[in-house]
């Protein structure tokens, strides 16, 4: 065996850019060796075989450690129906060190670099010399779809994913040392070379082979722009001063006067972003719609109606967040008041325009002012919705 002070020490972070130092402790005046860092976002397999179809696009836990990413570890969850995979003809010869979770390396019985020597978020890495042959990687077949599932149930998506997997022809090799303290412990006499091999210094012993097989993934990220809002710090409000956007609807921030309570202060902050949505409504009604209606002209300019068509929107509007509720001293005793981000989806605009259109249709009724060219006019105003 390799003398325990002749194994390397090698200092890896787990997505570094350059070559590391690798510090030696056994011979005094030996020069340092560098090694290549892992690879970034790719992996070794825990097994090696030609249809790993079933892992593409699953979901990796936030939060997980480099040093614990492994495929068998990724979830499929309700939103993973969005994604797809395509498998494309891929070529050429490569000599890199690929990123192995804990895991892995012991499961497949690799002695990793750097394994001897880890420290929170260090990862380990073998030596993979290989010929590409194919690629199989994930597609997302409905962009929009995955992202209003992941809105919608942000538990069912995370930040990563498995994207893509490289199939080919090669082996992988272990970390065995250097190669001057390898051939000093005299395991290359006899014919034992030919289990190693020898790369700027460093000697890798052969640990397994494979033959048009898919034997590593990479990871990708599975949403744009970091986390989701849903998953922020509760505490933050920094939504308030820039309110998002999305290719989906529209974010409104409702604020509350100061009230006695807090459930209070969080209704009328409520009730606030739905009269927001009520005007904006009316600007969509206006677009929407070529032939100006006298039966419509003002109706959501009038208080009480905005008041009405707001109260009708509740079940269309989601309150995404709300901010922690501030205290406030007043001269009638200690006040509450808050902030909340409320979305009005695309897709729920028509059909608050033509229930705001009903309303005012039912008002005129009441009044005795609906008259037949009233009724056409409100017709032509809901058959022009969306259009």
Excluded: H
């Amino acid at each position: 065996m390799i003398k325990r002070n002749a194994v390397l020490a090698l200092l890896l972070a787990g997505c570094g850019g350059a070559n590391q130092t690798v510090e030696r402790a056994d011979t005094p005046g030996d020069s340092p060796v560098r090694i290549d860092p892992p690879k970034k976002s790719v992996y070794i397999r825990a097994s090696f075989d030609g249809d790993p179809s079933p892992f593409v696009g699953r979901f990796l836990p936030d939060g997980t450690a480099v040093t614990d990413i492994d495929e068998n570890g990724a979830a499929q969850t309700r939103c993973s129906k969005f994604i797809g995979y395509e498998e494309v003809k891929a070529g050429g010869s490569f000599d890199e060190v690929f990123n192995a979770s804990t895991g892995v390396a012991a499961s497949l019985g690799f002695v990793a670099v750097g394994q001897a020597s880890l420290t929170a978020g260090q990862n380990a890495g073998v030596r993979v010399r290989y010929t590409l042959d194919k690629k199989m990687r994930s597609v997302v077949k409905d962009a929009d779809g995955l992202d209003q599932c992941c809105k919608a149930a942000p538990d069912q998506c995370s930040d990563l994913m498995v994207g893509e997997f490289l199939s080919g022809t090669g082996e992988v090799f272990q970390f065995a040392g250097s190669e001057s303290g390898l051939q000093a412990s005299g395991l290359l006499q006899g014919g034992g070379q030919g289990d190693f091999d020898f790369k700027n210094g460093v000697a890798w012993k052969r640990a397994s082979k494979f033959d048009g097989l898919y034997f590593a993934f990479r990871t990708q990220a599975a949403r744009l722009g970091g986390p989701s809002l849903a998953k922020a710090d509760p505490a933050d409000c920094s939504w308030a001063d820039n309110v998002p956007s999305s290719l989906d609807g529209t974010y409104f921030v409702g604020m509350s006067p100061a009230v006695a309570s807090e459930a209070t202060a969080r209704d009328k902050a409520q009730l606030n972003a739905q009269v927001q949505a009520v005007r904006y409504l009316g600007q969509f009604i206006q677009t929407s719609v070529k032939t100006k209606s006298s039966a419509m002209a003002g109706y959501l300019d009038d208080e009480e109606n905005i008041q009405a068509v707001a109260q009708g929107l509740t079940r269309r509007l989601k309150a995404e967040k709300f901010c922690k509720a501030d205290a406030v001293e007043t001269p009638d005793g200690l006040m509450y008041t808050t902030k909340v981000l409320v979305f009005f989806p695309k897709s729920e605009e028509k059909a608050a325009a033509e229930s705001a259109v009903d309303m005012a249709a039912a008002d005129l009724k009441k009044d005795g002012k609906l008259d037949k060219k009233a009724q056409a006019e409100l017709d032509q105003v809901k058959a022009g919705l969306g259009k």
